[in-house]
């Protein structure tokens, strides 16, 4: 059992439209990461969200934390076919009894000109 | 781009076999780490360093062993490579344990 999910696991859209695509625990989290991963590369770190129901914006991205610190959410504004990848979101649970930093299994998304 | 090279990109070996892939980097960042990544299971960590000679076990460690002699060098090895070893090995490096970390290429490991 995945202690990180995401979702969608794909997802294919127009360019020029909006997505949402969401991280979620059943634990709490000290902070979570999103990284972006092009195929034949590494993730590269996005954003870093620490307190509960921070929200920070990165151009088109907007990123939220859940003020539970469950979850988190990634919204894309005008999807340009720069964003195609695999979004990965990376909670820190090294203070809990968990103890490590665990990777969800990552969102396809594919924009379509 | 933070100076992480692995090598080999790309290999194919056979079961039973040794195998050894290699981390490189240029920024004297005391973190280094291996991962692999497969379909529906995101980035697991194997192993990991927080200084020469200082390396503890991940998450999915069992079949793997690393070495640091170096800073700048963390070696990961299977004594003796399996088909369910089959993956992408990512190596990736920070300045501490809670700042950003940085990822190598990848290295697309085919055990036959």
């Known amino acids: 059992t995945q202690l990180l999910k995401q979702s969608p696991q794909f997802l294919s859209i127009q360019e020029g439209e909006n997505l949402t695509v969401y991280c979620n625990s059943s634990?709490?989290?000290?902070?979570l990461q999103w990284y972006r991963q092009e195929p034949g590369e590494g993730p590269v770190l996005l954003v870093t969200v620490v307190t509960g129901g921070e929200v920070k914006k990165l151009k088109r991205l907007t990123f939220q934390f859940g003020d539970a610190r469950k979850d988190s959410s990634l919204h894309i504004t005008a999807a340009q076919t720069g964003d195609t990848g695999l979004y990965l979101c990376?909670?820190?649970?090294?203070?809990?009894?968990?103890?490590?930093?665990?990777f969800g299994p990552g969102t396809s998304l594919s924009v379509i000109p | 781009d933070a100076g992480i090279t692995q090598s080999p990109r790309h290999k194919v070996t056979e079961t039973g076999t040794p195998v050894t892939l290699r981390c490189h980097q240029t920024e004297n960042h005391r973190y280094m780490y291996w991962y692999r990544q497969d379909p529906g299971h995101g980035l697991r960590l194997i192993h990991y360093?927080?200084?020469?000679?200082?390396?503890d076990k991940g998450e999915v460690s069992d079949g793997y062993s690393v070495s640091r002699s170096k800073t700048e060098d963390f070696l990961l090895t299977l004594e003796s490579a399996t088909s369910s070893q089959t993956s992408v090995y990512f190596c990736a490096i920070s300045e501490e344990e809670e700042t950003e970390a940085f990822f190598g290429q990848g290295t697309r490991l085919t055990v036959v």
């Open positions: 634990s709490v989290f000290s902070s």
């Open positions: 360093s927080y200084g020469v000679k200082d390396t």
């Open positions: 990376a909670g820190d649970f090294r203070k809990t009894s968990y103890d490590k930093v665990i």
